[in-house]
């Protein structure tokens, strides 16, 4: 069982990735754009461009949410949307009351806690950073076959 398991996990930490990096991407289009049944802004009202931290945030959530879904670049995605849930608990949330239930926190928490295992994990199976990487070794492992082995070039 324990086997089985295992050879399972990359799919379930790619389809994690997916899931994280869909909901980070929705809100963050629901706070700037008021789509998907989100009211742009915390007053319901647009969110001007460069405003502080409500805007910068939103931009985090959609780009970094899209990239860590795509699975490019997603331990950097995932760190730099860690530290902006992490910088949102603690500066938000936090000054209303200790406890996340009480402070109305949960997201900020969850989205925190679930960036940083992606930050350790990496993208998991589905995801393009693998593509990528599998591309890059075979072009790397095809350059170095000896000329021998290469097909012989028309005169």
Request: proline letters at 3%; glycine letters at 12%.
């Amino acid at each position: 069982m324990s086997a089985r398991l295992d050879s399972a996990q990359p799919y379930a930490i790619g389809l994690f990735r997916i899931v994280v990096g869909l909901l980070f991407a929705c809100h963050g289009a629901a706070s700037l754009f008021g789509v998907l049944g989100g009211a742009a802004g915390s007053d319901g009202g647009t969110i001007d461009a460069g405003t502080w931290p409500g805007w910068y945030a939103a931009v985090i959530q959609l780009v970094c949410g899209s990239l860590v879904m795509l699975g490019l670049g997603t331990r950097a995605a995932a760190f730099l949307a860690s530290g902006s849930m992490a910088y949102a608990y603690f500066d938000v949330h936090q000054s209303m009351a200790l406890w996340p239930i009480q402070n109305g926190g949960e997201a900020s928490a969850m989205f925190c806690w679930a960036f940083l295992l992606l930050i350790f994990t990496g993208s998991g199976a589905l995801g393009a950073d693998r593509l990528f990487a599998r591309l890059t070794a075979r072009r790397t492992t095809s350059e170095r076959k000896p000329a021998a082995e290469q097909s012989p070039v028309a005169a």
